[in-house]
């Protein structure tokens, strides 16, 4: 009886074991089975998406940007051919093995690709990572030698900038890099991914959304290894737009051969339109270096260069203008009913609130009205006009003439200068003006700082009647709309106004102008013989004389010239500075150049068919580059477009150039 009660009590435990192995077998069932359906109903649409990303690659095609063209169409800026090796991320494959194999094969160390590879560490695994651009034949060659030990490595083909050789107009159209970590987080540069190349300074900046383009891409086909092994469709890329620039290469080169290596800066400008004809600036940089990626070396030597190679000094050098600033003083003093009959003894200096300021002319000028003390440029007149106008009248006039505030060009960095007043010194210095501090500002010198472009602007208007046009470096029609209204609203300014000035105070300030440029003025070597040619010289110190005997050594004062042509509603204003010049009359002599070159080229214009403001496209034609012995001229060799070394064809530019490098008859004379 024990033993068949012990094995009913076994049997109920073997059957209570059962039990629960089917009741833990029907729990998994479960799991598996929602598992699967969530696998397969509710999520089989994202995992089949998924599934088909890893079997289809898209490689990026990279849109070429918008080439710049002159006002006539001739090519400024163009584009060439290149190979780029991107790593890509997302094919599960252990890449930091092959790092030095793949550094050797780029002719790149293994520490310089980690740090590409750390700059991209927080961007997404299914963006490519640029390793090296630009790569060479041999280069490419050994990608396709090694695809199948290297398939996280693709080539992509973009076309890269291709700039003027030797900086010519560098400072106006720019350059081009990569988007920095700073600039993604600015939201006007929100659509942008790490890697972009984009507009970094001068027109490739300010116009760079239109200039890009968008970007394509194909879809390829992959084995589980990450080898192209069929191609899908293609989104091809949309081109950036090009540009027509109202500059004109005729008188860019002209001003460029008249500046030539001294540093300063010249602009040139239809004062009707403000279209822009010309700017340089000197220093200048290669825009080349900057296409691919800038060695840190040339990067640190453009930067702590003294002489400022990458400040663009028609916009952004803030220097005393000198006796430039005697013509808005004239216009102020007309205008104001003080300058018509005023008349002052010039003995070499005038004493004023207890000190005495020299002249510039030792001996003095005699008796001076306000027409010789323009043409004379007489410190002395200009320091008794100032002290009976006051700072407030002359700040009035400056500024209705914009000096103190942008112009607003359609260039990025333009500087406001300083247009001194009894407000603006209480709000930076929190003291009082005192009167004594107004002669120096009468011959635009103490606080009074000023770029070329705004004296350009200012001499246009004066010499225009009253007109003041806003300058801009690419025809308003070139770009939409509401690009046009937000370039206006990036770049304020003081933009177009109408002053309205006396004809007759009109006529004795240009009447005055155009004698600087005779025997009798203080620049005659700059007389351009049947040019209606009239200007404004300039000498401005860089420091007080006081401070310059201290340093023991001679300190060269910066020369400005102001020229228009001709003298009364003028077709061109040139500005001109030239640091540590010296003497206005040499700048003068620099700028007659360009107007020279400008009316002999509308004169043989005239002659025969204008050329329209847009011509058609001239494309390559418009280059040249050195060719290989015995080629053809025009030709250019692969190794020349991938430095980017060209420069613009003589033969197409206009045949006056020529005469713009050489100066003018020069006679004795001198002057501020």
């Known amino acids: 009886m024990q033993d068949i009660g012990s094995l009913s009590k076994d049997e109920k435990l073997a059957a209570f074991k059962l039990s629960v192995v089917q009741y833990v077998v029907a729990g998994v069932m479960i799991v598996l089975l929602s598992g699967l359906w969530r696998l397969q109903i509710l999520g089989g649409k994202d995992y089949r998406a998924l599934a088909e990303q890893n079997r289809i690659r898209k490689v990026p095609i990279l849109a070429p940007r918008g080439k710049l063209l002159d006002r006539e169409g001739r090519l400024i800026v163009d584009n060439y051919p290149s190979v780029s090796c991107f790593l890509v991320r997302e094919q599960g494959h252990d890449y930091t093995q092959d790092l030095p194999l793949i550094a050797r094969g780029l002719h790149m160390t293994v520490d310089q690709l980690n740090a590409i590879l750390k700059h991209y560490r927080t961007a997404p695994s299914f963006q490519p990572i640029p390793l090296k651009q630009d790569i060479t034949p041999d280069e490419v060659e050994f990608l396709e030698a090694h695809k199948d030990e290297f398939p996280e490595l693709e080539t992509v083909d973009e076309e890269r900038r291709l700039y003027p050789r030797d900086g010519f107009a560098a400072h106006l159209i720019g350059y081009v890099g990569e988007v920095s970590e700073d600039m993604l987080n600015d939201p006007k540069y929100a659509y942008y991914d790490p890697g972009d190349v984009v507009g970094r300074s001068g027109l490739e900046q300010s116009y760079d959304q239109i200039l890009r383009g968008v970007d394509g891409s194909r879809d390829v086909i992959v084995d589980s290894h990450g080898r192209e092994v069929g191609k899908l469709g293609t989104e091809p890329a949309t081109p950036g737009k090009s540009l027509t620039l109202t500059i004109d290469l005729d008188i860019q080169r002209a001003a460029e051969i008249a500046l030539g290596a001294r540093n300063g800066a010249m602009i040139a400008m239809d004062p009707h339109t403000g279209e822009v004809l010309a700017l340089v600036s000197r220093p200048t940089f290669d825009p080349n270096e900057f296409s691919v990626r800038i060695h840190r070396d040339e990067w640190n030597k453009l930067i702590t260069d003294p002489d400022h190679p990458l400040l663009d000094k028609a916009i952004q050098a803030q220097l005393a203008p000198g006796s430039t600033f005697k013509v808005i003083m004239a216009t102020a003093g007309l205008q104001e009913g003080v300058a018509q009959d005023m008349k002052v003894h010039c003995s070499g200096g005038v004493s004023f609130y207890g000190h005495y300021q020299k002249c510039w002319v030792p001996h003095g000028h005699g008796e001076v009205d306000i027409t010789k003390a323009i043409y004379q440029s007489c410190d002395v007149f200009f320091y008794t006009l100032a002290v009976k106008l006051g700072i407030e009248r002359i700040a009035y006039w400056a500024h209705k003439l914009g000096l103190g505030s942008k112009t607003g060009i359609d260039l990025p960095g333009e500087v406001a200068g300083t247009m001194p007043s009894e407000e603006w010194k209480m709000k ?21 700082t000023a770029t070329p472009v705004q004296m350009m602007r200012a001499i246009a208007g004066i010499t225009s009647g009253g007109a003041l046009v806003r300058p801009h470096v690419v025809f308003p029609d070139e770009v939409p709309p509401d690009y046009r209204q937000a370039m206006l609203d990036s770049y304020p300014g003081s933009g177009d106004s109408e002053l309205k000035l006396d004809p007759e105070n009109w006529q004795i300030i240009t009447d ?4 600087v440029l005779n025997p009798e003025g203080t620049d005659p070597s700059a007389h351009l013989e049947g040019i209606d040619f009239a200007g404004k010289t300039g000498s401005a110190q860089t420091m007080s004389n006081t401070l310059a005997s201290k340093m023991g050594h001679e300190v060269k004062d910066n020369a400005w010239f102001v020229g228009v042509s001709p003298r009364r509603n ?8 030239v640091e540590a010049g010296e003497h206005g009359r040499f700048a003068g002599r620099l700028a007659a150049q360009v107007i020279e070159a400008f009316v002999n080229k509308q004169r043989r214009l005239d002659n025969n068919l204008q050329v329209t403001k847009k011509s058609p496209p001239v494309e390559v034609g418009a280059i040249w580059s050195a060719p290989k012995p015995g080629a053809a001229p025009g030709t250019m060799r692969a190794s020349e477009i991938r ?7 003589p033969a197409k530019l206009d045949p006056v150039v020529a005469l713009a490098a050489m100066p003018p008859g020069q006679t004795a004379g001198g002057g501020r």
């Open 512 to 515: 005055s102008m155009a004698r």
């Open 570 to 577: 003028p077709d061109i204003v040139v500005c001109i500075l």
């Open 643 to 649: 430095g980017g070394h060209f420069f613009l064809d």
């Open 428 to 448: 930076t210095f929190h003291e009082k003006w005192y009167p004594g501090e107004v002669t120096s500002v009468g011959i635009g010198q103490g606080a009074v």
